[in-house]
């Protein structure tokens, strides 16, 4: 067999075509939507369970973030203790998340348990019945976290600029008080478990490879009626019909252009500085996404260059464009001495403008878009990242084409684009500040 020679470095190679794989797409008898990618060589099987049931459509504060947590704490035939126990018998695992939008359990295991596994979550999805212990123990240790980051100077910035995007009333900018960790009660979980996590609020994504039939395994499991199943072997995830999930929260912005949450004896200052911006469905987005990238969002980025590099000012600093369901931001991101605080931010303002003012080399728009392509080849790396990048697709209705379609953008996007974009998204007056810490 040939040697390589390692004394040569590889050849470049742009990509040139790009297909997200088809997802097999079908119903279960109930309604409940299922995406099937069969993709992969090894006999391992991801399977999500997707709920509409994050911090969107949560009644009061923690509800969502703790009903998911507390899944698989015991159902009327396992403890907590024996589902972990039978999961690592099988060599599964699960994975429970609650997210801004969404909250749901990801089941990862082999081809050749994924019946014994499902037996498992099944119950788990019908029968959590929320310890009561439990959730004390749960509520306190949350608690003590929370106590612990709000004496960091990151979280104290990240809370307050997510209320000042957003509104204090908003489920996006709603920060978490002290008291909501006392006044949380066991029934506002299971009210929510209840209302949301039931049939015709799932959507069901599986990847990886599988020799059985899919559709008769999950309509076996899942797709009956109601909770109680109507008929031998069917267990469904809920009986709930026709949620209303159309929810609107009016956005109450401050307007203020700088806050200051004082820390007088932080030895470096949190800095977050943004705006409410687009989502993954404007036209601009990923436009967008790559003068965000110019501006911050890799390690040779402007204000790294600027920021770290020749003024020493901080240890890191990004950028980022965030996207949520219904509504995106820019968040700049960065902790820096306090006797450099103003400066910083001054410096960050600086490289603002030059994008509008100063058209993006060509040589530097081929750096960027060469590091997004790379990114965007290990979004797709395999069955369980691609299941990932579907979800995508999923929680934003988007066609799927979607990624295609990115894909061609950020490879054809020009210099005057991103002058354009920055003239149109990137005014200084329409930034706003927080400084967690000390301002100087």
Not at 153 to 180: C, M, N, Q, T, W
Request: glycine share 6%; with cysteine.
């Amino acid at each position: 067999m040939q040697q390589p020679n390692r004394k040569k470095e590889p050849s470049f190679r742009d990509i040139e075509k790009f297909s997200l794989p088809k997802a097999e797409k079908f119903k279960l008898d109930n309604g409940v939507q299922v995406y099937a990618l069969s993709s992969g060589t090894q006999d391992i099987i991801r399977i999500e369970f997707i709920f509409k049931a994050g911090k969107w459509y949560e009644k009061s504060n923690l509800t969502a973030s703790v009903t998911n947590a507390m899944l698989n704490e015991g159902t009327p035939n396992h403890s907590s203790v024996q589902l972990a126990g039978k999961f690592d018998y099988y060599g599964s695992y699960i994975h429970l998340y609650s997210e801004a939008d969404r909250a749901g359990l990801v089941l990862f295991t082999l081809s050749k348990y994924v019946l014994e596994s499902l037996i498992l979550v099944e119950d788990i999805l019908k029968n959590s019945i929320f310890p009561e212990k439990e959730i004390d123990i749960f509520l306190q240790r949350s608690k003590q976290s929370f106590l612990v980051n709000r004496s960091k100077v990151s979280f104290l910035a990240r809370e307050r600029f997510l209320s000042a995007l957003f509104g204090s009333s908003h489920p996006y900018g709603r920060p978490i008080k002290l008291k909501d960790f006392d006044e949380l009660n066991r029934q506002e979980l299971v009210n929510h478990f209840l209302k949301f996590y039931q049939g015709s609020n799932t959507t069901i994504l599986v990847s990886g490879k599988w020799s059985f039939s899919l559709r008769d395994t999950l309509n076996g499991f899942f797709g009956a009626d109601d909770r109680t199943g109507e008929k031998s072997g069917a267990i469904s995830i809920g009986k709930e019909k026709g949620l209303n999930l159309q929810a609107v929260f009016k956005k109450n912005i401050n307007h203020e252009k700088r806050l200051i949450v004082e820390k007088k004896d932080a030895v470096q200052s949190a800095i977050k500085i943004g705006k409410t911006a687009i989502s993954r469905t404007h036209n601009d987005y990923f436009g967008l996404r790559i003068l965000v990238t110019v501006l911050g969002g890799y390690f040779g980025s402007r204000l790294m260059k600027n920021i770290r590099e020749d003024k020493g000012y901080t240890y890191g600093i990004s950028a980022q464009l965030i996207s949520m369901e219904k509504e995106g931001y820019i968040s700049i991101s960065s902790e820096v001495g306090t006797n450099v605080c103003k400066k910083a931010i001054e410096e960050v303002y600086k490289e603002i403008e030059r994008l509008s003012l100063e058209q993006v080399s060509e040589e530097e728009l081929t750096l960027v878009r060469n590091y997004m392509l790379g990114n965007w080849l290990r979004m797709f790396d395999g069955p369980l990242a691609i299941a990932n990048s579907y979800r995508v697709l999923i929680d934003n209705e988007l066609e799927e084409d979607y990624f295609e379609k990115g894909l061609k953008e950020i490879q054809n996007t020009k210099p005057e684009q991103l002058s354009e974009l920055a003239n149109r998204y990137f005014k200084k007056d329409s930034f706003m500040e927080i400084v967690a810490g000390v301002y100087k």
